[in-house]
């Protein structure tokens, strides 16, 4: 008996136990952008994130549901249409990178990293966006150091209405 027109890996398992297996694999990986795996699932995974990634480029209602659907956190299919989908508008297809890693000692599995390309830009984004939101805690500061500089003796006392004295 031959092998032709048998689709996808059983991985020794029933079909729940695989579907949720992927599925959870799917889910970090964007959640991470980057997971160390066995060489067969790292396979098995690349095409169905790449149509996740593909999806996510369409921003509509549709899309999120059907992703949500899918991914087993509301984190990732958020992540994967805000900041992955559009790193990726110009190119067309794929997204991911399989670094083979060698043997696994204890079982001599083939381990090997599964990465979503260009993360890097998304990182530059991160560090931007902390830059930003860093700025107004640096004018909190400098009022501080203007408040210092007039002095105990120097600030009024406002009395409030309910005061007596």
Known sequence: MHRHKYIGRKFKREKGHRDLMLRN??????LHEKVKTTLP?????RPIVEKLITKGRKNNLLT?????GYLLDKNATEKLMVEISPLYENRNGGYTRIVKLGMRPGDAAE???IELLDTEKLAKK????????AKPAEKK???NKEARKIGKGQLK????PNENS
């Open 41 to 45: 699932k790292a396979k098995e995974i």
């Open 157 to 160: 006392k406002v009395k409030s």
């Open 126 to 133: 991160v560090k931007e966006a902390e830059k930003t939101k």
């Open 111 to 113: 381990m090997a990293y």
């Open 25 to 30: 694999l799917a889910t970090s990986l964007i």
């Open 64 to 68: 999120r549901r059907t992703l949500n």
């Open 141 to 143: 500061g400098a009022a």
